[in-house]
């Protein structure tokens, strides 16, 4: 049995219902993100322990994992993984800015976005361990 999840040949549309989760949990990121800073709780801790930084990788590991998900269910990974790597990305950068830009009482951080890369990065890594699928 072939490893490859686009081995049928077929080029079929697009099942945008494969498409629902990474859409409703980037929408839960988003809102994450939109949070004011004044009702988020900061203790000693999580800034010793960087916290902040594991969630947001956490965040973006789950988010690029469903992609991948949503991807190789539609036989359409091979094609579109440079693109969903490549928004993934954007989306994690675009996020920092607008924290810095309009949420309130949020800065934009490079730390942050460093993070969301290795999110995105360690959920790719996570679908090929899982899928076994190595194209």
Request: hydrophobic share 55%.
């Amino acid at each position: 049995m072939s490893k490859d999840l686009n081995a049928t040949g077929l080029d079929r549309a697009f099942p945008w219902r494969h498409a629902l989760i990474p859409f409703c949990w980037s929408l839960l990121v988003l809102g994450l993100h939109a949070i004011p800073g004044s009702e988020l709780e900061l203790r000693d801790w999580t800034s010793v322990f960087h916290v902040d930084k594991l969630i947001h990788a956490g965040m973006f590991a789950v988010l690029s994992c469903s992609v991948f998900i949503a991807l190789g269910k539609s036989g359409s990974i091979r094609r579109y993984k440079i693109f969903a790597i490549l928004g993934l990305v954007l989306y994690g950068v675009s996020l920092e800015l607008a924290q810095g830009i309009w949420f309130v009482q949020r800065d934009a951080s490079v730390l942050d976005m460093v993070a969301d890369l290795a999110g995105v990065f360690a959920g790719r890594l996570a679908f090929r361990v899982i899928y076994g699928c190595w194209n």
